[in-house]
């Protein structure tokens, strides 16, 4: 992962049509994602439908990250402040470098001999565990999903289904192979195997790193949504507790959980609610039998303020990353989770990482998009995701115009804007399309590789219109 | 009423003999149409690439064109999509805000004009085919026209409708997108076609001519069928209008 940081501009674009185009001649593949894909579809109408009104609780969640999003620089201190007398230490961090030298510095001071981690994207985002290995830190990813990716060396493939493309005779032969387990088909048994490995690993490790999923300003307690209890034992068992997340996870009132914790869970996997929800106050009290000695928690902005000067896409800050978006987007579903190169894979992914990462680098994820609309249809806090793509797009003409392009718009517009001019240049174009279909133009020859373009017709409808006379068509 | 036809540049140079069902449609229902041929392109080709200073240009154009039409209708979701939601955005904070958001109040796509401005969904049509309807995102989404074309379908004469599992999907066509990313667009084409050949319909029936253009050109080109027929687009102001042969 550390080493797509180091992609030049022209190399994420290449990258991304070549994978792209393997991807798409991947039948097999392409038909098992749509397929892992049709449980959560039934589960999450099922859920959806257990709500009196949907729309509202989307309302309802928009506003509370709204609210919160647009009034950071009052919740952030109040949660900070609320956070600190709980007993937590705050820590923050500009940009993935410094989040990263804080948290190897908490680790050194810690002694730490053995690091567990529970399921934490933004992690993913600084590329921590490469910087922690690189110093010689031995990381666990506790959760199952994430567990499975990292013994197969690969970033996750969905940000809330880190491996959904990986088959489970796939999983079985993993585990043989780094376990010394004997093969099994069950799903049961899988975990059962990872649960044994990791027991023993949440004992020995000093330090438990953990994202966040919602801070809550009025109490100061992190919100921990989970299916395994991993990031439970994680944050309760070392003897050092360090959490990450980005400054746009601030919610104002524990109340506003009542309607985000559900809300993520039938959005982002199908769930009435998510088997683990944990709120985190600080370490372990006087008094108290468990819970870590200290708790740190590191605050990243890493580029996320830019999105927040930015009034028209600020609403992206809203995001609880629960997928809901990847889920029904046909571009993920028929390029995969790794073409994106990207720790935000899908819709989502593609409006904040130009963000992230550079406009003219990634801008190419924003063209990418036939603009279809699933994926703000189905935001449960109502991000205008597709709409922020054409932003994107128009933000990246403004400032780094493709030379051709633009001329080719420019010549669109002399056209468009004389209707001789377009009748005319139509006329021509009808008449000797059959004979442009035969040359390798670069537009045409595009389209007729895999699709045919019918015949045009002999008059256009202006034609017809004049030649019948008004009104007696 | 008075229509003023709002015909997408494509239906005019590809698709004619969709302007020509639309009008017919209106007229049967007593209502008069107009043309006005100063009328070329929405923009939207230039819009969504981001080319929004071109885009510009030619709404300002387009909005003049249609200054003083009590309704202006265009069978293509997309295209009047561009004018009812794009517009005002593209023009917003302009001079041009206010002619922008007055076009927009009086923009309609076809099947949704029918329905809920004329208060008709029996046009007295007759069509003797088994149809399934094609969902354009731009209609589906930005207009939110979803049961109108449904409804009008159900009250045609001889004609089953049939649904495919896949119906909010996109067709893979996205104007530009379909040659600037043709494998992801082909993919895309691959998964909503089937769903919709797989209903064994005799026609596709569309609201949009370019989502036509991209499901024919893939079904012709790749689909096995295991009758041995694959199924063709049309478009819904044609069925309405009568019957193809």
Redesign the interface.
């Known amino acids: 992962m550390i080493a797509s940081d180091a992609q030049s501009p022209q190399l994420a674009k290449k990258k991304f049509?070549r994978d792209?185009?393997v991807h798409?001649q991947d039948t097999g593949h392409?038909t098992f994602v749509?397929k892992a894909l049709g449980g959560y579809f039934v589960s999450r109408d099922a859920q959806k439908a257990r709500y009196r009104d949907w729309e509202q609780a989307r309302d309802a969640a928009s506003l509370a990250k709204w609210s919160a999003v647009n009034r950071l620089d009052e919740l952030l201190p109040l949660f900070v402040a609320n956070f600190e007398a709980n007993g937590g230490q705050v820590h923050w961090a500009r940009d993935a470098e410094e989040a990263r030298r804080i948290i190897l510095d908490l680790v050194r001071e810690a002694k730490a001999k053995a690091i567990i981690k529970s399921k934490c994207m933004t992690s993913e985002e600084i590329h921590l565990n490469a910087a922690l290995e690189k110093d010689g830190y031995g990381v666990i990813e506790s959760d199952l999903g994430e567990f499975i990716q990292q013994l197969r060396g690969e970033p996750p493939y969905h940000f809330v289904f880190p491996c959904m493309h990986v088959r489970r005779e796939e999983i079985s032969d993993l585990f043989g192979k780094f376990l010394g387990t004997p093969p099994t088909s069950s799903p049961e048994e899988l975990t059962m195997i990872a649960r044994r490995h990791m027991r023993q690993l949440y004992v020995d490790a000093d330090v438990g790193i953990t994202g966040a999923n919602f801070l809550v300003a009025e109490t100061g307690q992190i919100s921990i949504t989970e299916n395994e209890g991993n990031a439970r034992l994680t944050a309760a068992l070392p003897r050092v507790h360090i959490s990450l997340s980005g400054i746009e996870k601030v919610v104002e009132h524990l109340d506003d959980l009542a309607v985000l914790l559900p809300i993520l869970a039938t959005a982002g996997a199908g769930q009435q609610m998510t088997c683990y929800n944990t709120l985190y106050a600080g370490p372990r009290r006087d008094g108290e039998c468990d819970g870590p000695e200290e708790m740190h928690l590191v605050l990243l902005d890493n580029s996320r303020t830019a999105i927040l000067a930015d009034p028209e896409q600020r609403d992206s800050l809203h995001c609880i990353r629960c997928g809901a978006c990847l889920n029904v987007c046909?571009?993920f579903?028929?390029?995969g989770g790794f073409t994106y190169g990207t720790t935000y894979q899908g819709p989502i992914g593609s409006v904040i990482t130009p963000h992230l990462r550079g406009l003219s680098d990634w801008n190419h994820l924003s063209?990418?998009?036939?603009?279809?609309?699933?994926c703000?249809?189905v935001c449960p806090v109502r991000i205008d995701i597709h709409h922020h793509l054409?932003h994107?797009?128009?933000?990246?003409?403004?400032t780094a115009?493709n030379r051709l392009?633009?001329f080719g718009?420019?010549i669109?517009?002399i056209?468009?804007?004389?209707?001789w001019l377009?009748a005319a240049g139509?006329a021509i174009?009808?008449r000797t399309l059959g004979v442009l279909k035969r040359l390798p133009l670069?537009?045409l020859r595009?389209?007729m590789?895999?699709?045919?373009?019918?015949a045009?017709?002999r008059?256009?409808?202006?034609?017809?219109?004049?030649q019948a006379g008004?009104?007696s068509? | 009423m008075k229509i003023s036809l709002f015909i997408p540049c494509f239906v005019d140079q590809m698709t004619p003999q969709v302007g020509v069902a639309v009008a017919q449609v209106f007229e049967r229902l007593g209502h008069t149409c107009e043309f006005r041929s100063g009328q070329t392109c929405c923009g939207q080709p230039s819009f969504n690439s981001g080319y929004w200073d071109e885009a510009r240009e030619v709404a300002i154009r387009a909005i003049g064109v249609f200054d003083g039409a009590e309704v202006v209708v265009g069978p293509s979701g997309s295209c009047v999509a561009m004018m009812r939601v794009f517009y005002p955005e593209l023009l917003k904070d302009t001079p041009h805000e206010t002619a922008a958001l007055d076009l927009a109040a009086r923009t309609f796509e076809f099947g949704e004009f029918l329905v809920k401005k004329l208060g008709v969904t029996d046009v007295g049509a007759r069509f003797p085919h088994r149809v399934t309807y094609h969902d354009g995102c731009h209609g589906l989404r930005e207009l939110r026209v979803k049961d109108e074309p449904r409804q009008l379908l159900r009250a045609v004469r001889d004609l089953e409708l049939l649904e495919c599992d896949e119906a909010e999907s996109c067709c893979g066509f996205g104007g530009l997108f379909s040659v600037k990313f043709p494998m992801i667009s082909a993919a895309m084409a691959e998964v909503k076609g089937g769903s919709l050949a797989r209903t064994q319909c005799d026609y596709i029936v569309s609201s949009d001519p370019s989502c036509q253009l991209q499901l024919d050109g893939w079904l012709q080109r790749n689909w096995r069928s295991p009758t041995g027929t694959i199924p063709r687009t049309i478009h819904l102001a044609e069925v309405l209008a009568g019957a193809p042969t």
Not at chain 1, 415 to 419: E, N
């Open positions: 049509l792209a185009t798409v392409r749509q046909p571009i579903k028929n390029v063209a990418a998009s036939s603009l279809c609309g699933a703000s249809d054409l994107n797009r128009r933000n990246a003409a403004r115009p392009e633009k718009h420019q669109f517009v056209v468009a804007s004389r209707p377009f139509g174009f009808r670069p537009l595009d389209w590789a895999t699709r045919t373009l019918p045009a017709p008059k256009s409808f202006r034609q017809q219109w004049r008004k009104d068509l």
